[in-house]
């Protein structure tokens, strides 16, 4: 499958109007990873706004060393950024860039919703993964390579769905071009990545938490029955856990890093 270079590049300029579109785009039709690509392009000199789209990975990386099946008809991206960011906040990128995707792809129409930490979720399934990448010196983020995968018309497992089966049951055609949908998904990245830098995290986090569909789930963490009342500024799951003493009720507060436990999947927000 062919990637319309310029068909991206009019649906850019269509929202920076005059201006010069922040970002440098490397478009390729196979490669290992995006992510990989990029960090080689950043050694070559690329600087922040460097993007590689691949229209497939033979070696996709998914979160928590998995692998991402990446065959043609899927968006397989990776954008280069150098936040001003502490190395322990680095999770917030990936906050951030989720919040801003999901949110660019409602405002398209889409009803698109957060699972935590990163997936991207729609009618209950998963639409899209994000893997954030970092370069550390004397505990400051230097670079960051921010790789978004998101199914578009490629096949998907069980537990998956892709926005070409989602549209042909909405009567939508928004996103009946691949180009269009990246154009999307870039601008989301950079809006994301905009408000956890100009607004700050509290802000990023209340319209994170807006967007995520597991507030309120129950789950079991060491045979302990925990609710879903937030995520803290690192990322991790904050749980509020009902326990009995000896006379009453105590609800301690707990938090769980990412890769810890796994939250099922279930509808968006309305
Ligand atoms: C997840 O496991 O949910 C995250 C998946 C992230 C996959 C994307 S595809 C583009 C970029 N390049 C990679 O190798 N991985 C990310």
């Given at each position: 499958m062919e990637f319309n270079r310029q068909l991206l590049v009019d649906s850019l300029q269509a929202e920076y109007k005059h201006q010069n579109l922040p970002f440098s785009l490397h478009i390729f039709?196979?490669?290992?990873s995006t992510n990989q690509t990029l960090w080689q392009l950043i050694d070559q000199g690329e600087k922040p706004g460097c993007v590689v789209i691949a229209t497939q990975q033979t070696a996709g990386r998914g979160q928590w060393g998995r692998q991402w099946q990446s065959p043609t008809g899927g968006l397989y991206l990776s954008m280069a950024i150098a936040p001003k960011l502490e190395a322990t906040s680095s999770y917030q990128l990936t906050l951030a860039t989720a919040w801003g995707i999901t949110a660019q792809l409602r405002k398209c129409g889409i009803p698109v919703g957060i699972k935590w930490p990163n997936d991207l979720i729609l009618d209950g399934r998963k639409l899209g993964g994000i893997l954030t990448e970092t370069k550390v010196n004397q505990g400051q983020i230097t670079q960051a390579v921010i790789g978004v995968g998101i199914n578009w018309a490629n096949q998907v497992p069980e537990t998956g769905i892709n926005l070409q089966l989602w549209q042909n049951s909405h009567n939508?055609?928004?996103?009946?071009?691949l180009e269009i949908l990246t154009s999307q998904v870039l601008l989301g990245i950079k809006s994301g990545i905009e408000c956890l830098q100009v607004e700050g995290i509290n802000i990023l986090l209340s319209r994170y938490l807006d967007l995520?569909?597991?507030?309120?789930d129950q789950v079991y963490v060491n045979n302990f029955l925990g609710t879903v009342v937030g995520v803290t500024q690192e990322g991790n799951l904050r749980l509020r856990i009902t326990t009995y003493d000896s006379k009453a009720a105590v609800t301690p507060e707990i938090s769980v890093s990412p890769g810890t436990i796994s939250l099922g999947y279930r509808q968006t927000p309305v």
């Open positions: 039709d196979n490669v290992s939508s055609q928004m996103f009946h071009h995520l569909t597991n507030m309120g």
